[in-house]
C-alpha cells in the first residue's frame, strides 16, 4: 500500500517510527489516514524484524484530533442514518486504538507539539510518552458537546488518576508539558531538536529483549488492572511456558552457561 498521509519508515536497527503526515492540518485523523494508519500497524505488528514503534507527527502539530470535514459530513447526513454512521465511525476508531494499544511491542508516542482531543487519546494508546517543550495536551471534546471516543476515558484515569482524569475530560483544558510531566501524562521531557532521536534511542533500548517474552508481557500487563490476581499468575505461567520453548530463552540460557563454565 503507498501511504500519502502518513509516513512510515524502519531503521536498520528494526525501529519503525510512523508519522502523521498531514501537517496543514496540524494531522488531523481523517477517514482516509486512519485507513493508512490501520494498514500500517498491522504491517508493524506482523514484521518479525521491527523491534519497536515510535510514533509522531509532522509539522508544528502531533494530532489535532478528528478531522472538522469528516464531523461537517456527519452532521449533514439524513436524520435515520446518523445514528449508525456514527456507530460505523465509532468502529472504526476502536479499532485503530485497540491496534496501537495492544501492539506485541514496545511504543512510544514521540509528541511534537499539540496532541488534541482524539491526538491525545492516540498519545495514551502507546505504551509510553516523551514530549517536547511545544507539546501540549487537551482533552477538548467537551466543547464540541462529546466525551472522549479515543481510549481517553480508559487511559487517562489509569495514568494520572480518576478525580485528575474527570477534570480534565470535564474542563477540556490545555495541558502544557510540565504540568503533563507532573501529573504524569508525559513519562519524559527533551528538546524539540532531540526529540525523534530520543525517541528513537528509547525504543531500541526498549525493543532489545527478547520478542516473545515482550509480546506475552506486554499483553498480561496491559489487562493487570482489570484482572484478579490470580488469574495475572495464572497467565502469566501459562505466558512462561511458552517463553520456556522459545529460540530467545534457549540461546541466552546456553551463552550464559558457555560464559560461566555452567556456575551461576
Known amino acids: 500500500m503507498d501511504y500519502s498521509l502518513i509516513q512510515l519508515q524502519v531503521s536498520e536497527g528494526g525501529i519503525a517510527t510512523l508519522t502523521l503526515n498531514r501537517p496543514d492540518k496540524r494531522n488531523a485523523m481523517s477517514d482516509e489516514m486512519r ?23 509532522a509539522g508544528k502539530g502531533f494530532c489535532a484530533g478528528g478531522d472538522i470535514a469528516g464531523m461537517e459530513r456527519r452532521l449533514n447526513a439524513p436524520a435515520g442514518e446518523v445514528g449508525f454512521n456514527g456507530w460505523h465511525r465509532q468502529q472504526r476508531v476502536h479499532h485503530t486504538q485497540a491496534l496501537l494499544h495492544t501492539l506485541p511491542k514496545p511504543v ?47 487511559f487517562l484515569p489509569r495514568r494520572i488518576g480518576l478525580p485528575k482524569a474527570k477534570d480534565l475530560i470535564f474542563t477540556g483544558r490545555k495541558v502544557e508539558v510540565d504540568e503533563a510531566l507532573a501529573l504524569g501524562i508525559v513519562d519524559r521531557k527533551t528538546g524539540a531538536d532531540r526529540l525523534l532521536a530520543d525517541a528513537q534511542a528509547w525504543a531500541a533500548e526498549l525493543g532489545r529483549g527478547s520478542a516473545t517474552a ?51
Open 108 to 154: 512510544i508516542a514521540a509528541v511534537n507539539g499539540a496532541a488534541s482531543g482524539l491526538g491525545a487519546d492516540t498519545a495514551l494508546a502507546c505504551d509510553f510518552i516523551i514530549a517536547s517543550e511545544w507539546a501540549s495536551f487537551t482533552w477538548s471534546y467537551i466543547h464540541r458537546g462529546i466525551i472522549p471516543d479515543g481510549g481517553g476515558m480508559y
Open 35 to 57: 485507513g493508512e494508519f490501520i494498514h500500517a500497524l498491522e504491517r508493524v505488528s506482523a514484521d518479525k524484524a521491527i523491534r519497536a514503534l515510535v510514533l509522531t507527527g
Open 214 to 264: 515482550l509480546a506475552l508481557g506486554k499483553t498480561i500487563l496491559n489487562q493487570s488492572f482489570e484482572l484478579p490476581a490470580q488469574q495475572v499468575f495464572a497467565q502469566g505461567s501459562q505466558a512462561q511456558g511458552i517463553c520456556y520453548t522459545s529460540a530467545e530463552h534457549r540461546e541466552s540460557v546456553m551463552a550464559f552457561l558457555a560464559r560461566s563454565g555452567g556456575r551461576q
